[in-house]
């Protein structure tokens, strides 16, 4: 405890040398703290935007095999679904029933292509929370009415109630055409969502060839991220027992998105009639996860990085202090201190600065978060995917972040070590008689 008191005085009384190092590893603890506040904030993001924009967690949709042999999506058996989705247990606060058409838009001379989602407004509530109107009403709309993004209606130079011309295919592969009115505009939601439209699903039904009943994509939205993919294991046995239904996740190339595989190996598979293929957004995010790993390594690898340049520095500033005590540590081993305690003083002079400045750092890059976590980016940022309702947040596993202060802490000791050795080996006589 003597030991630990006197190098708390002797980092008191090189405030200016202590602050710089403690600053030193300051800012390398606020750098790796802000890459892991935001790695661990990043998957949560994407995945509650992108279970927005796709309207649920774990999702069901039906191929069917036509006579050429091409893949048709579709939804015929809805009762049995919805059978086996109880019986799996599976406690959705919204399940979505929708279509979806690619087409062409034309007005005025102008074209832009559109995916359009086919959606229940009156059983999809929360969709009208989800999206921010620009312009127009999603109240009483039209049969053929089209809620579009603004860049795309920019792009059409439309206005609501223009009725736009639609060129597209039939779920068969047949070419169609229709019209829809524009009933209302939404701000730019960025990447998918600047090329997403909605409309009722009866008319988009029509035009996809489809009976009112059928649909191309069943979707629960859980009340939690957690748990989604053991929520669609269980659906997918619950299907399987009732239904024709492919493999809950196909073996694939390392790295390849476990949809792409599924449905690569379907081209490979014949049947008759409606097999159905049960995913969840951890399947369709699987690169995401990928991302994370990427700045996880990245955090550790900057923090060795930074550390060794500040142990170089920590190293040379030690060996000064060193050769500055040299007498005081002659005196010290003249009057009793063991060679033990000389080294235990200079090691605990870098554990307190390495543990300062570790706090400080946590404390500057709380503070960065909170600030930037303040800026309303808006719900029409490019950034929409990796923030949370238009600001930039943050998410910390103090776990990971004690592991990092503990690794802190070994490289600083590390760096002080060889000069704290060197110090406990002086000769306490040779030491008195050396000149400062």
């Known amino acids: ?168 295919r039939t779920y068969s592969g047949q070419q169609n055409v229709g019209e829809f009115a524009v009933a209302a505009v939404i701000k730019d939601p960025g990447i998918l969502g600047s090329v997403s439209a909605y409309a009722g699903r009866d008319y988009v039904n029509e035009l996809l060839d489809l009976a009112p009943d059928e649909y191309q994509a069943l979707s629960f939205y859980l009340p939690s991220l957690k748990g989604m993919d053991e929520a669609g294991d269980r659906l997918h046995a619950e299907v399987s027992s009732r239904l024709q239904a492919f493999e809950r996740k196909a073996p694939g190339a390392e790295g390849e998105n476990p949809i792409l595989a599924m449905m690569r190996g379907e081209d490979e598979e014949t049947w008759t009639g409606v097999k159905y293929r049960v995913t969840t957004l951890n399947d369709a995010l699987a690169q995401v996860q990928q991302i994370v790993d990427v700045l996880d390594t990245a955090s550790l690898v900057i923090l060795l990085v930074l550390f060794l340049i500040i142990m170089v520095g920590i190293t040379n500033t030690f060996r000064i202090i060193m050769y500055e005590r040299i007498r005081e540590i002659g005196t010290m081993r003249a009057v009793g201190m063991q060679r033990g305690q000389v080294r235990g003083l200079f090691l605990y002079e870098a554990l307190f600065l390495a543990l300062g400045g570790a706090v400080a750092g946590l404390a500057v890059a709380s503070l960065v978060m909170l600030g930037v976590g303040l800026i309303d980016f808006g719900l029409d940022s490019p950034l929409f995917l990796i923030l949370r309702n238009g600001h930039m947040s943050f998410r910390l596993d103090w776990a990971r972040v004690a592991g990092k202060v503990a690794i802190v802490a070994f490289l600083t000791l590390a760096a002080a070590f060889f000069p704290a050795r060197s110090a406990a080996k002086l000769d306490p006589a040779v030491a008195l008689r050396t000149a400062v």
């Open 1 to 168: 405890m003597q030991t630990a008191m006197l190098a708390f005085r002797n980092l008191s009384r090189q405030k200016r040398r202590s602050v710089l190092l403690g600053g030193a590893i300051a800012f390398g603890v606020m750098i790796v703290t802000l890459i892991d506040g935001f790695a661990g904030a990043f998957v949560d993001n994407v995945s509650e935007n992108f279970s927005n924009l796709l309207a649920g967690h774990v999702f069901v949709e039906g191929v069917e095999k036509s006579p050429k042999g091409r893949d048709l999506e579709i939804i015929r058996d809805d009762l049995a679904l919805r059978e086996a989705a109880e019986a799996a247990g599976i406690e959705a606060m919204y399940v979505s029933r929708r279509s979806g058409l690619q087409g062409s838009f034309k007005f005025a001379g102008r074209t832009a292509t559109l995916r359009v989602q086919g959606v229940d407004f009156a059983a999809e509530t929360f969709l009208a929370e989800r999206l921010a109107l620009a312009s127009g009403s999603l109240e009483n709309l039209p049969r053929d009415g089209i809620v579009i993004p603004e860049p795309i209606a920019d792009k059409l130079g439309v206005a609501i109630g223009d009725r736009l011309l639609v060129t597209t």
